[in-house]
């Protein structure tokens, strides 16, 4: 996912809104602070309930997705993978440990260093898939958390018109205020099905979108460290793995 995502989501915004505004709506009187809180405090930290503490720097690392979304780029991981064949037919497993130091890729970095270490392709896949769907399942729950808050956000925002129009019966002796009264209270659930559908939603499903191109792309290479393990021709691994979409 890259920005475009975030535009596509403004867009959507701003679609609503100007619809809005042409059908003769103030904007102004879309601004409730007290809904606001109930709806977006509320929501936020009834989500927040469910992560451990230990889950939101990782959570907060995936969200930054959204504004600079990491690249995976097939080509750069065949050269990679090749430059990995060639020193370990030139130079032996050994060598293999200066290229590991280089690299940035934790994942990568280790499955060099099983290469390195003189691992059979059995136990190296084990070792690699092992984390790689551990880090699959810990995505899948760290996105799951903008699910959650999907679902909150339209309840509180029901909570929010309940509790507006509690405030509106309540001075029903003034007819006049009535009408405003009622528009004000409805503003909450605005908030909670706008919100959830037009923003929560699509970034959780564009971030999904995301990490199964980077599940791809480490399912490449984890096929690329172990055919380099049965010893496979270098050059041979660019035809194998040209055919993976990422």
């Not at 939101?56 to 504004?67: E, G």
Request: with cysteine; proline share 4%; glycine share 8%.
């Amino acid at each position: 996912m890259d920005r475009w995502a975030l535009v596509l989501t403004l867009l959507a915004v701003i679609a609503v809104l100007t619809g809005f505004s042409l059908e003769g709506g103030n904007l102004s009187s879309l601004w409730n602070g007290p809904a606001a809180l109930i709806v977006f405090g509320g929501g936020l930290l009834a989500t927040l309930v469910q992560v451990p503490v230990s889950y939101l720097r990782p959570l907060a690392s995936l969200l930054f997705w959204l504004i600079a979304p990491p690249h995976y780029s097939l080509d750069t991981l065949i050269s990679k993978l090749l430059v990995t064949g060639n020193t370990l037919r030139r130079e032996g497993p050994l060598a293999l440990e200066k290229v590991a130091s280089s690299e940035t890729d934790p994942l990568m970095r280790k499955a060099l260093m099983l290469l390195a270490d003189g691992n059979d392709s059995e136990s190296m896949e084990a070792a690699l898939l092992l984390e790689l769907k551990s880090r699959e399942q810990r995505d899948e729950e760290l996105v799951s958390v903008l699910d959650s808050l999907a679902g909150y956000l339209p309840t509180l925002g029901i909570v929010g018109a309940v509790l507006g129009l509690m405030q509106v019966l309540s001075s029903i002796k003034e007819p006049d205020a009535l009408a405003s009264g009622i528009a004000t209270a409805f503003v909450a659930t605005f908030y909670g099905v706008g919100c959830a559908n037009l923003v929560v939603i699509p970034l959780a499903s564009a971030l999904r979108q995301r990490l199964a191109v980077r599940s791809r792309y480490y399912e490449a290479m984890l096929l690329g460290i172990v055919a380099l393990r049965s010893g496979a021709n270098p050059m041979a691994l660019r035809y194998r793995l040209q055919g993976m979409v990422l």
